[in-house]
């Protein structure tokens, strides 16, 4: 097939079809390399937490069944294998869902090849979103980290950080959809509904992403109030807090049931104290000494608190919760700071660490194996350079610009506030990497502007930027690298 | 939208005559049999522990003494001071004055020597469950179960350390 650009056709339109095309090409890259490197996943059996989120799948999959069929809901199994420890949000259970109920017993690569589809079908969307809103070269951007290939290896797992990455990109291209909406007095009602259900998808996915929903659900709030006058305000107004509302009626249910199930007070994770007490706290104190030492760490503290919560009738998260306190009390603003870099080293060290687990039966190091470490390890470096670039510039040139670098930042540093509460690993990149991806179409869009004959930037009308995003987005800049000269001083 | 409505609803509409999954339940750690009801490792005859506890640690440690660590929750040290010494007196035990480790010494004679050291934990977070542990020397006890649980540290806290 040949595509031919006429050139009477204007060079804007021309520019749009020759991204496109790279965005088309680019796309069909992904599907071949995931057909090619979902043999190394199809077999390998659940890891972790993925055991977690399966188990709940197949949970929630017979009470559906039990509420419309003749049997009896089992809310017990419900809560031992649902709510469990209440580390994690249902989610990608709820995404497993469909097929379980369809197929009880789907096998392991039936399952991964459901969640590879899944998430291919959840890219191409965000895709089309950020190309709708962003424009064709930012599509074409994400695009290229859609060929990160461990990426394409988590695409095929239970884990909810690289999903929950996915319907971030969502999130974040509505709401700077409508930001532009708020300035133009048009925000809806349903611009709140959708904007509420993303944000606690995202959630429902990974609780570690509270911190970006409630700074996301707040910057719509105020935006809101700052960028809209009169009438038009009171509708803003009313739309961020019906997307409140909605975020707060949908996380309701797992809270009721988790703090119901676990005796104590549950909004998203019981993993919270857990995980301060493992990275922070001293380990022989954690249950008030040492944990019993043929648990794990992150088992030991339930396993106890569930000991101290049989003696005493009390929950066992109140036990956890005060365990995690008592361990953390030589904690000192130096050992507080180092942790936390090593967190960071972990986070983005080794990107690849997790490839070692997928491949076929003696393949564990095979050429294939080889270039998905190295090829990760490169564009991973890109991705650096897109979050340094998400947390550190400032946009003036137009409104869109400015939203976009504001709500990546919001989400980037929200999403980065994990290493400050929780043991991170080299599973947890996924779920900020396309926002990395998104910084790095930010850094070329904010390079290409700098060239002589760019075109003007706005200044006046809907498009011109606004001195609160300016603000905004400096405040973010200055307090990241205040946060990381302090964390580094303080470190030692 | 409106067609993945209706798949949806004809999947969920199936999925009765579909079977049922087997969840496995297997990310949730079992709370193990008490440590001292599982009778593995018991105390001596007739002493019962009369406040909330569980042993975090029993060891043999040479000697012929096992030193059995166990938490008490909810109520104070002089508490815990008195309930032990009713527990052990009534099990026919006689206080013996003069310990060598500050704690509290009995005796019986088809036992021997046991004493238990009270310890209050420092720095403890507001309203905390758990307030601290005592310390029991007592003489090595044998295997009291055939049970397979006996063979498992989660119950009866052996191989732990502290």
Known sequence: MT????????????????????????????????????????????????????????????????????????????????????????????????LLLVEPHASIPLVRGYLDV?????????????????????????????????????????????????????????????????RLGTLAPLNGVGLGLLAIAVLYLRPSAMPLAIGLLLLLLLCAVWLSRGRARLRSVAAALIAVAVFGAVLLPWSVLASQTLGGRVLTTTSVPLGLGATFGDRDKRCFGPCDPDASLWYGPVRYGREVARATGRSEVTVQQQAARYAMQDVTTGSYARDVLADFDRYLHEPAHYSVAYHPPGKSDDSVQRAVVTWTERMFRLLMLGGAAVL????????????????????LAGLLFQPFVHVSGARYWPTAAPVAALGLAMLGSALLALRPGAAAPARVGDAAPVRLFTVLQACCAVTVVAVWVALHVLAG | MAVGVLVLAVIVAISPSRGRASPLGIYRPPVPTETLASKCFPLPDGVR??????????????????????????????????????????????????????????????????????????????????????????????????????????VTKRGAGG
């Not at chain 1, 950020?130 to 239970?158: N, Q």
């Not at chain 1, 550190?392 to 709500?407: G, K």
């Not at chain 2, 309930?83 to 007196?89: K, Q, S």
């Not at chain 2, 099990?91 to 704690?103: D, K, N, Q, W």
């Open chain 1, 3 to 98: 595509i031919v650009v006429s050139p009477a056709i204007p060079t804007r339109v021309r520019r749009i079809a020759r991204a496109d095309l790279v965005l088309a090409v680019l796309l069909l890259a992904q599907l071949v390399l995931r057909v090619l490197l979902y043999p190394r996943v199809q077999d390998v059996h659940y890891i972790g937490d993925e055991k977690a989120y399966v188990d709940a799948a197949r949970a929630l999959s017979n009470l559906v069944r039990d509420v419309v069929g003749p049997t009896p809901v089992d809310l017990g199994e419900v809560r031992r294998n649902v709510v469990a420890s209440g580390w994690f949000m249902p989610g990608m259970s709820v995404l497993l869902t469909p």
């Open chain 1, 392 to 411: 550190l510039l400032v946009r003036r040139r137009d409104f869109t610009d400015q939203a976009l670098s504001v709500v990546a930042k919001v989400a």
């Open chain 2, 49 to 154: 522990l009369d406040f909330p506890h569980q042993v975090r640690s029993d060891a043999s440690v040479g000697h012929g003494r096992r030193r059995l660590v166990v938490q008490y929750d909810l109520v104070g040290a002089a508490t815990v001071v008195a309930r032990l010494t009713d527990a052990l007196t009534t099990a026919g035990f006689t206080a013996v004055p003069g310990s060598v480790g500050g704690g509290l010494r009995f005796d019986r004679g088809d036992v021997g020597p046991v004493e238990a050291t009270v310890e209050p934990y420092q720095h403890l977070p507001g309203g905390s469950i758990v307030r601290g542990q005592v310390v029991l020397d007592l003489p090595v006890t044998p295997v009291g179960s055939a049970s397979r649980q006996c063979a498992d540290p989660g």
């Open chain 1, 118 to 182: 899944a998430t291919g079908v959840l890219f191409l969307l965000a895709v089309l979103d950020v190309r709708r809103v962003l424009g064709p070269w930012y599509a074409v951007v994400l695009a290229v980290f859609g060929l990160v290939p461990m990426w394409l290896l988590f695409a095929a797992t239970a884990y909810g950080d690289l999903t929950a990455g996915l319907v971030l990109v969502l999130l974040m291209t509505r709401l700077v959809a409508a930001l532009r909406r708020v």
